[in-house]
Nanobody, 125 residues
Framework: RVQLVESGGGSVQAGGSLRLSCAGS????????TAWFRQLPGKERERVAD????????WYADFVKGRFTTFYDNAKTTLYLQMNNLKPEDSATYYC??????????????????WGQGTQVTVSA
């Protein structure tokens, strides 16, 4: 069974950096999509970035392009999200999720069947 464990959230001032980690386990195939989402209270979860291990391709939402980078350590089956030049509007609970068992990186959030526990990121002005 696939399990995802997140770490790395915290508090930082605007302009600072944080790195989130999403350690995966239970994979029996090496091609799958893992994505980062974030959510504010009362708002819908939005996709921040994703990474497909089959092609090593990454996708980023416009609001993080040039500031966030996602990369994968295959040996550790861990996905990272390097967040630089953080802004107060980046404050949210961040989740990693995997659509393991489905082809490519699906556009529909509901296809992501495996989720991490979430980690809080707070950026102060």
């Amino acid at each position: 069974r696939v399990q995802l464990v997140e770490s790395g959230g915290g508090s930082v001032q605007a302009g600072g950096s944080l790195r989130l980690s999403c350690a995966g386990s239970g994979y029996t195939r090496n091609e799958y999509c893992t994505a980062w989402f974030r959510q504010l209270p009362g708002k819908e979860r939005e996709r921040v970035a994703d990474f497909y291990t089959g092609t090593s391709n990454a996708w980023y939402a416009d609001f993080v392009k040039g500031r966030f980078t996602t990369f994968y350590d295959n040996a550790k089956t861990t996905l990272y999200l390097q967040m630089n030049n953080l802004k107060p509007e980046d404050s949210a609970t961040y989740y990693c999720a995997s659509s393991y068992g489905n082809p490519g990186c699906p556009g529909n959030l509901r296809v992501f069947g495996y989720w991490g526990q979430g980690t809080q990121v707070t950026v102060s002005a």
